[in-house]
């Protein structure tokens, strides 16, 4: 190219042309909206194009004027709220609750439609600036700017408050607008609620019960008191039910407990003559369920209660067994014992709802009390005794279950079992000797019962007593059918077999048989060593009893039903008509006690007097003299002639049988020890003491004295020794 | 035939559309539609003559509208992603359009989405998946934010110091902790907005009554909104700081115990049931490796310790990354040959159980090398190595995935969390986006 190289000079402009957005344009488009919003809050927005104010707030934000808009709302919903604040100041009277909550509807229907619109800035640019969300915070204005207005804020509290209070007092109230104002109240969130209502609610509710408690219990006993704090407490959980938050239920009921029941709870229990021991001696238990589960609701309420019941109890049991008239009859006793813990037992049941700590104290005060007699566990068994000898005839297998299940509680109540197995034993022994058991079945469900409370080991010997009885059976058929054809004519032997050790038996004092039935006696022996070898038969006279055929002066006939020794002292005037007391006791060599008493039943009783006596006097003397009462009538052909025995043990008796169960106690208490130091080899002295209370409190409460004396006694027998640097350890020696 | 009676009639940007009312509702009352048609404002979206104006791009409505009747999201080519995501945003229906995009995570069906090429230089240091499908990526003294469409955010950085962790305090949150400048108050940990990149406020170590500057290492939250992080100050200022996340107050500091490592700690983890936090300080950053649980109720000693101090010389397996697993009751470690280890959280002082998988990894070594890392999602364990990311399952941890993307080099970081994957590469600036697909429809 020819030309020179033209210089030319680019210059680039700066973009002259900046994109501005128009500068009225956040003015202009926040305009609309503002007017858009006062038309919303006139209800007048059915002229408004949502897609039109949608889209200027969406605009809004996207040109950067999202703080101008947030700032904008804020300004105009306050300037909303503070006219809506004048007109409900304005409000007269009852209306005021009205407008409030007319206002707050309208409020929240625009917050929603404004929230409708500004949609598009609340999800992305209030997150952004962490700013507080369209519909929380037309509620917070709403708070600052009505609720928290001076002149509406106190006002509202005490239009509730009254409202409430005029409620209680018997009115009725617009319950629907107190439950939009308490419901305006919570969603404005909880602290608005507690603080602006709660708090003073629970004050003032606090005042109204305590002065209406103070009123009550002056004026009306426990009972009536009682319904009308459960009327109180229904009425409130009502309420809240109602209107009020659910989480005030409990805050208010605490109030209610607190003033009506707990600040007054001792007064109560021991209001005169209507308080809980007048209500358990008088069975009210409707009202009595209404004391449990109203003093439930209060702490130690329901303790209270229970010390008062158990102190009650305590104190008329104990006044009961040891009374003395109660202890003469020792069914009645028992029966009493039975019906005072049924009572108790159906007022825990049926007003106390079962609480198992409610039983627990009945069964703490029987024990305490029915141990206080040391002749419990005797009655008891006299009790047992009666009912299967005649009570439980005619009764059905049911009740006789229930009665035997009730005296199995009693039972579960003594401490001293083992002295109740003794008697038991006895009384089972003279039953079956006798044969006056009514029912074989009641008898082996009782022993059943002992058996799954105390173990095996309890029942074995009373077990033992009733094999014995069927085995008896058996021998003596086998007796006749061996030797039937030898004896003719002479009398009937029944013979029962005890075995040893099974039986109460007591002084193996014999008495001279009658020639005729010593060679039958010998005849049995014979007979019964042959079929069994090895073994030894002693006769115990002392329990038999025998039917004898008498004639009397001019030919009355009777059939007597006596004992053993009786039937030696009759057939002894079959020879004679006259004897002295001390040719019987020499021709019968029966022990004097006995001789007495069975002398006593013949001579002495009215109307079974058999024999006659000189000098006549109600008491053997060692130098009477007796004949056959020849005038003896009777208008029964069989006459039974019973001993004379105290159903009660006599004192010297009772002290005997006391002795002998110590003797028992001895071995098990030793056995007890030995079991315990064979597994623990080492042990000091308070454990075993604990240790062996502990293993035989299921028989009896044994007295650390005689523990101390069998360990004593081991050590002497080199079971066990004392460790030589601790005297307090002992150890046990293999 | 009956007239149908919930049709409705839009004109979106001059294109006419119908739909039912009952399509519409799909979107749900907090969307335009939803508000639209709130009897509050009295507008009757089936009265036949009115047809409803909406001034946007009719495509887009197009789109979004075969959405709500399907539920299953279909862009046309000729739609930019971006575009639908801000109209999805005008409706309202952004929660849908992600919903339809990406399905309940599983290591075992993710695929690789999409990869984002970053511009920073040098290497990556975390990346952290934050709640809503989005993440942030520390690179040096910087940190990208991307929300879920992958749109950029402002960058942030905390006194252009180089940044050593950072974690999502909420959706819109960002702690970020970073190295101190001598004698200056610059570095430590601070708060950022996600959106804006905005620093909020700065959280300070109060020693004596005296604010004192100190480098912000790893860092973990709890549910109570408290931060957890791995101080280490001029003088004696070495432990695990507590503050009030909402607030930015301290509340708390552990000290170091002599003889054991907290301050300089690779990763902290709050244990939820055992109420405790898991510090972990490994290899290389010091000789020796050291994990504990903190309780900071009891502040006197460490509830459990283990350290490979004092191990037989020339044991090559040294920790690389601890995850503790409460569900097992266990530690999971890594070593540099991928081979995981695991120790009872119940009991102290207890002994490594190492699982070698080494064999695989014979001879493969690449020129540069990253070190494992672990995660745990929904009983679903991953570790990562060198290009890959392995998903581990069952109780005896059974390997039933690998993933992998040729593109990149070495993964050096990676994190799950708002139902994606996000891992980071080494050698190119890029990180990989990993996802789950909806369920299929048929």
Redo the contacts between chains.
């Keep these: 190219m020819s030309s020179g190289p033209k210089k030319r000079n680019f210059q680039i402009e700066a973009f002259k042309h900046k994109v501005v957005v128009d500068p009225k344009y956040a003015e202009k488009t926040w305009k609309v909206l503002e007017d858009a919003i006062k038309e919303i809050y006139n209800h007048n ?2 002229g ?1 194009s ?2 039109e104010l ?2 200027n707030a ?1 605009n809004m934000v996207l040109h950067k004027f999202g703080e101008r808009l947030y700032s904008g709302l804020v300004s105009t919903m306050t300037l909303h709220l503070q006219s809506m604040s004048k007109s409900i100041e304005a409000a007269q009277g009852a209306s005021f609750l009205d407008e409030l909550n007319a206002k707050w509807n309208d409020h929240n ?1 625009a917050l ?2 404004i929230r ?2 500004l ?2 800035m609340d ?2 640019f209030i ?2 600036t ?1 700013k507080t969300p369209v519909h929380e915070l037309g509620l917070n204005l709403w708070r600052d700017h009505v609720i928290h207005n001076s002149k509406i804020q106190s006002r509202l509290l005490n239009t509730i408050l009254e409202l409430i209070q005029r409620e209680r007092t018997g009115e009725v109230i617009n319950r629907g607008l107190m439950r939009n104002i308490i419901k305006m109240l919570m969603d404005l969130g909880p602290s608005v609620y507690q603080e602006d209502f709660e708090k003073s609610f629970l004050q003032v509710s606090a005042d109204f019960y305590r002065a209406e408690s103070q009123e009550y219990i002056e004026c009306c006993d426990c009972a009536d008191y009682l319904k009308k704090a459960e009327r109180r407490l229904n009425e409130e959980i009502d309420r809240v039910s109602h209107y009020l938050d659910t989480k005030t239920e409990s805050k208010i009921t605490n109030v209610v407990e607190k003033e009506m029941i707990a600040n007054h709870k001792l007064r109560l229990i021991h209001m005169e003559n209507s308080g809980l021991v007048k209500m358990l001696l008088d069975d009210k238990s409707e009202d009595l369920a209404r004391m449990y589960n109203l003093f439930r609701r209060v702490s130690i309420g329901l303790s209270t209660i229970r010390d008062v019941m158990t102190s009650h109890i305590r104190d008329t049991g104990k006044q009961l067994v040891t009374d003395p008239e109660k202890s003469k009859n020792p069914v009645e006793f028992v029966e009493t014992l039975l019906e005072k813990r049924d009572k108790y037992d159906k007022i825990i049941s049926s007003a106390f709802s079962n609480d198992k700590t409610f039983q627990n104290a009945l069964s703490s005060s029987f024990e305490y009390f029915i141990n206080l007699n040391p002749r419990s566990p005797e009655y008891i068994s006299l009790f047992v005794d009666d009912k299967l000898r005649k009570g439980l005839k005619g009764v059905k297998d049911d009740d006789v279950e229930l009665i035997l299940d009730k005296v199995m509680i009693l039972f579960r109540y003594l401490q001293e079992k083992d002295v109740f197995e003794k008697y038991y034993k006895q009384h089972l022994a003279k039953r079956l000797l006798s044969g006056k058991t009514v029912s074989d079945d009641a008898e082996r469900s009782l022993i059943v019962k002992l058996k799954t409370e105390c173990g095996y080991q309890f029942t074995s010997k009373l077990e033992g007593m009733f094999t014995d009885m069927k085995t008896s059976q058996d021998t003596m058929q086998g007796f006749y059918a061996a030797c039937g054809a030898d004896l003719g004519n002479g009398p009937t032997l029944v013979v029962q077999v005890l075995t040893t050790g099974s039986w109460p038996t007591q002084s193996t004092n014999t008495c001279n048989l009658p020639a005729e039935l010593s060679t039958l006696c010998e005849k049995f022996r014979s007979y019964y060593l042959g079929t069994h070898t090895g073994r030894r038969l002693t006769w115990q006279t002392n329990m038999g009893t025998a039917d004898l055929r008498a004639t009397f002066g001019e030919g009355h006939k009777y059939e007597l039903n006596v004992s053993t020794y009786q039937m030696c002292v009759l057939m002894l005037f079959n020879n004679t008509e006259h004897l002295s007391y001390k040719e019987i006791e020499q021709a019968t060599e029966i022990p004097s006690s006995d001789l007495k008493r069975c002398l006593q039943s013949l001579a002495c009783v009215k109307g079974k007097n058999v024999l006659r006596k000189e000098p006549m006097s109600k008491d053997i003397g060692e130098d009477d003299a007796f004949s056959v009462n020849d005038s003896f009538t009777s208008k029964l052909r069989k006459v039974k002639i019973g001993t004379v025995v105290a159903q009660k043990e006599s004192e010297p008796e009772k002290q005997e049988t006391r002795q002998r169960v110590e003797e028992d106690r001895k071995p098990q208490i030793e056995a007890a020890i030995v079991r315990i130091m064979k597994s623990r080899r080492v042990l000091d002295h308070n454990n075993i003491i604990a240790e062996v209370t502990k293993q035989l409190q299921s028989r009896f409460l044994a007295n650390p004295g005689e523990i101390k004396k069998r360990i004593e006694s081991l050590i002497e027998r080199d079971f066990l020794e004392r460790d030589n640097e601790d005297r307090r350890l002992y150890r046990y020696l293999a | 035939m009956g007239v149908q009676k919930d049709r409705v009639k839009f004109n979106v940007g001059g294109r006419h559309f119908e739909t039912t009312a009952t399509t519409l509702a799909i979107a749900g009352r ?3 539609f939803g ?2 048609f ?1 009897e ?4 009757d979206p089936t009265a036949a003559a009115d047809e ?4 946007r791009n009719p495509d887009c409505f197009a789109v979004l509208l075969d959405l709500l009747r399907t539920g299953e999201l279909y862009i046309p080519p000729n739609i930019p992603e971006r575009l639908l995501h801000r109209e999805a ?2 409706y ?1 229906l ?1 929660d849908h359009l992600r919903a339809a995009k990406w399905g309940p995570f599983d290591g075992n069906t993710v695929r690789l989405s999409r990869s984002i090429p970053g511009r920073a230089p040098g290497d990556g240091t975390a990346i952290r998946a934050g709640p809503d499908g989005g993440c942030c990526v520390a690179h040096g003294s910087m940190v990208h934010v991307y929300d879920w469409a992958m749109e950029e955010h402002p960058p942030m950085n905390l006194d252009y110091q180089r940044v050593n962790d950072a974690v999502w305090a909420d ?2 949150s960002i702690v970020l902790s970073a190295c101190e400048r001598l004698g200056r108050d610059d570095g430590g940990m601070g708060l950022f ?1 996600a ?2 990149g905005e620093l909020k406020y700065k959280f300070h170590v109060t020693h004596d009554d005296q604010v004192k500057s100190f480098t912000g290492g790893a860092l973990s939250l709890n549910s109570d909104y408290r931060l957890f992080g791995s101080c280490r100050g001029r003088s004696n200022e070495y432990g695990v700081g507590v503050w009030d996340q909402l607030s930015g107050k301290q509340v708390d500091f552990f000290y170091e115990p002599p003889g054991w490592s907290l301050g300089e700690a690779d990763k902290l983890q709050w244990l939820h049931g055992a109420n405790c936090l898991m510090v972990a300080t490994l290899f290389p950053r010091k000789d020796n490796c050291y994990i504990s649980l903190l309780d900071f109720r009891d502040k006197e000693r460490m509830v459990w310790a283990w350290s490979d101090a004092g191990a037989p010389v020339g044991d090559e397996r040294r920790v690389r990354d601890a995850i503790a697993m409460e569900e097992c009751g266990s530690i999971c470690v890594v070593n540099e040959y991928e081979d995981l280890g695991f120790m009872d959280l119940r009991r102290s002082g207890g002994a490594m159980r190492w699982r070698s998988r080494s064999p695989l990894m014979k001879g493969k070594m690449p020129d540069e090398p990253c070190y494992p890392k672990l995660a745990l999602h929904q009983g679903q364990l991953f570790s990562s190595m060198n290009d890959t990311i392995s998903v581990f399952c069952g109780p005896d941890w059974v390997l039933t995935s690998r993933l992998r993307n040729s593109y990149g080099g070495s993964i050096c970081d990676f994190s799950i969390g708002g139902d994606r994957l996000f891992a980071l590469h080494s050698e190119e600036n890029v990180f990989d986006v990993w996802e789950t697909r909806p369920p299929p429809i048929m």
């Design positions: 927005a059915s408004l949502f897609e949608y889209r969406y229907k929603q439609m409708d619109i949609m598009y999800r992305t997150p952004s962490h | 907090n969307s335009l508000a639209m709130d509050n404002w009295d507008l409803h104006f909406i001034d945003l005008f309202g952004s959706s819109n907005n959106s804006t």
